[in-house]
Nanobody, 114 residues
Framework: QVQLVESGGGLVQAGRSLTLSCAGR????????MGWYRQAPGKQRELVAD???????NYADSLKGRFTISRDNAKNMVNLQMNSLKPEDTAVYYC????????WGQGTQVTVSS
């Protein structure tokens, strides 16, 4: 059974940075196209960044230059470095395959204050 565990969220001021991490059990991330998603209050969950098996990355247009997705094959983790955070980045962040196939983890809350 696949389990996805996100961590690293918190409350930060606008302009600061956070790094989110996703650990996987029952899944080998390097063999899957992985993504980071987020869901803001009252909004649908959206894909913010993804990384292919080969390591190529894609980002939502509004996030390019601020977010960086990476994969640590040795630790079987997928990370999301978030810089220059804005209040509109406030959301619960999740990882999953892209497209999302497995049950969602609990996510990690990111709150950006102005």
């Amino acid at each position: 059974q696949v389990q996805l565990v996100e961590s690293g969220g918190g409350l930060v001021q606008a302009g600061r940075s956070l790094t989110l991490s996703c650990a996987g059990r029952g899944i080998i991330f390097r063999n899957n196209h992985m993504g980071w998603y987020r869901q803001a209050p009252g909004k649908q969950r959206e894909l913010v960044a993804d990384i292919s098996v080969r390591g190529s990355t894609n980002y939502a247009d509004s996030l390019k230059g601020r977010f960086t997705i990476s994969r640590d094959n040795a630790k079987n983790m997928v990370n999301l470095q978030m810089n220059s955070l804005k209040p509109e980045d406030t959301a619960v962040y999740y990882c999953n395959t892209d497209p999302a196939y497995f049950n969602w983890g609990q996510g990690t809350q990111v709150t950006v204050s102005s």
